[in-house]
T-cell receptor, first 114, second 119 residues
Framework: EAQVTQNPRYLITVTGKKLTVTCSQN?????MSWYRQDPGLGLRQIYY?????VTDKGDVPEGYKVSRKEKRNFPLILESPSPNQTSLYFC????WGTGGYEQYFGPGTRLTVT | AQTVTQSQPEMSVQEAETVTLSCTYD???????LFWYKQPPSRQMILVIR??????QNATENRFSVNFQKAAKSFSLKISDSQLGDTAMYFC????????????????FGKGTLLTVNP
């Protein structure tokens, strides 16, 4: 089954404790992206990757890091989480080419930073 | 930069009736894509329908159809014969077309419309 998986689905942590949210896709997609969803703000892009070792900032990259060492994986790293990073996080992937391809979303990770 | 506006934070409809969700956007691009995504209580983001700006014909997917007015920069979603399973948050989203820059693949989302279908 074609899918994007994220782990963990729920995470409660404390300020400053480094954490990683994993994302994996089995569709051989070149493009992967992270979004955060906050009430009243919709979804906003954090980082994206066009292929292995190629990443770039989205609209709200502050406080986040990413890496793309393998095509299927695109982890999101919060090195020193703060309460304003409490949010619902989505990983997405799609083909790369002429554009307009459907982006497939993972199930989301609910992060709470206290 | 592109912006997407959904002016209806919440809507409700009776089962089997028709409802229309509004979306307007602002862009200087000539070619782009527009999407409607559905987010049920499970939180999963599900693509409902997709429209290419260069196509004059409005997209349809079963009970879902759009009214795309390019000059007015309007992209509304019509849901016919509403079902209880249509209860969800609906997001309108914009994507540029073409180019090799990864930023062209970014989806710019509206703030969403929470639709409740009542029995």
């Amino acid at each position: 089954e074609a899918q994007v998986t994220q782990n963990p689905r729920y995470l409660i942590t404390v300020t400053g404790k480094k954490l990683t949210v994993t994302c994996s896709q089995n569709m051989n997609h070149e493009y992967m992206s992270w979004y955060r969803q906050d009430p009243g703000l919709g979804l906003r892009q954090i980082y994206y990757s066009m292929n292995v070792e190629v990443t770039d900032k989205g609209d709200v990259p502050e406080g986040y890091k990413v890496s793309r060492k393998e095509k299927r994986n695109f982890p999101l790293i919060l090195e020193s989480p703060s309460p304003n990073q409490t949010s619902l996080y989505f990983c997405a992937s799609s083909l790369w080419g002429t554009g307009g391809y459907e982006q497939y979303f993972g199930p989301g990770t609910r992060l709470t930073v206290t | 930069a592109q912006t997407v506006t959904q002016s209806q934070p919440e809507m409700s409809v009776q089962e089997a009736e028709t409802v229309t969700l509004s979306c307007t956007y602002d862009t200087s691009e000539s070619n782009y894509y527009l999407f409607w995504y559905k987010q049920p209580p499970s939180r999963q983001m599900i693509l409902v329908i997709r429209q290419e700006a260069y196509k004059q014909q409005n997209a349809t997917e079963n009970r879902f159809s759009v009214n795309f007015q390019k000059a007015a920069k309007s992209f509304s979603l019509k849901i016919s014969d509403s079902q209880l399973g249509d209860t969800a948050m609906y997001f309108c989203a914009f994507m540029k077309q073409g180019g090799v820059g990864g930023s062209n693949y970014k989806l710019t989302f509206g703030k969403g419309t929470l639709l409740t279908v009542n029995p």
